[in-house]
């Protein structure tokens, strides 16, 4: 098991562009969350799916963001018409609930730069 | 929103120092979990601590969550130039259902050698 990884690690894009990152899991993880990171910050919740029902999404995450998990493994992010504040590191992590919580652990992130 | 304060903000010493880094808030976690990050990459699991009082070592690094668990500290000893990063707490919510975690902004630590 390779841990979980994002793709790209990098994106540079123009603002109003469409962007869509990918995320995949630790294998046989059930959960799964994206995490916002700006510089000098410590990473934000944005949304989380248990298997593929999105259950919870902050305030954070305006309507020009969407996230799926069709087949409860991998996720994607959409950012619709991206704006220079949406520039942070995203982070995805993975976790597998038992009884009594559960750990998360963290891809290497994909950089979003809005120029 | 439960917020988590840690401190100093940076910190820069010397190979061989022994130093602490504080993780605090006002609101109780069911878990509280350290992080280190790296430039460029994402935070990786230090330890997690769940019961109050709770204290668990990793060989030069001695974790302990408070009684009430609102507070935990991170205890270095004799530092290296490998230690250095971001030190990252993060607390788990005790409600909800998600784990979501809630996360400080981070002590940056710097060893020089």
């Known amino acids: 098991d390779t841990g979980v990884s994002q793709d790209p690690r990098h994106k540079i894009t123009k603002r109003g562009q469409n962007v869509t990152f990918r995320c995949d899991p630790i294998s046989e993880h059930n959960r799964l969350y994206w995490y916002r990171q700006t510089l000098g910050q410590g990473p934000e919740f944005l949304t989380y799916?248990?298997?593929?029902?999105?259950?919870?999404k902050s305030r954070l995450l305006s309507d020009r963001f969407s996230a799926e998990r069709p087949k409860g493994s991998f996720s994607t992010l959409e950012i619709q018409r991206t704006e220079q504040g949406d520039s942070a590191m995203y982070l995805c992590?993975?976790?597998?609930?038992?009884?009594?919580?559960?750990?998360?652990?963290f891809g290497p992130g994909t950089r979003l730069t809005v120029l | 929103t439960q917020l988590l304060e840690q401190s100093p903000q940076f910190l820069s010493i010397q190979e061989g120092e022994n130093l602490t880094v504080y993780c605090n808030s006002s609101?109780?976690?069911?878990?509280l979990q350290w992080y280190r990050q790296e430039p460029g990459e994402g935070p990786v699991l230090l330890v997690t601590?769940?019961?109050?009082?709770e204290v668990k070592k990793l060989k030069r690094l001695t974790f302990q969550f408070g009684d009430a668990r609102k507070d935990s500290s991170l205890h270095i000893t004799a530092a290296q130039p490998g230690d250095t990063g971001l030190y990252l707490c993060?607390?788990?919510?005790?409600?909800?259902?998600?784990?979501?975690?809630?996360f400080g902004k981070g002590t940056k630590l710097t060893v020089n050698p």
């Open positions: 609101s109780v976690f069911s878990s």
């Open positions: 993060a607390g788990e919510e005790p409600q909800g259902g998600s784990e979501k975690l809630v």
């Open positions: 992590a993975s976790s597998l609930v038992l009884a009594g919580g559960d750990t998360q652990y």
């Open positions: 799916f248990q298997n593929e029902a999105q259950l919870e």
């Open positions: 601590v769940v019961t109050g009082g």
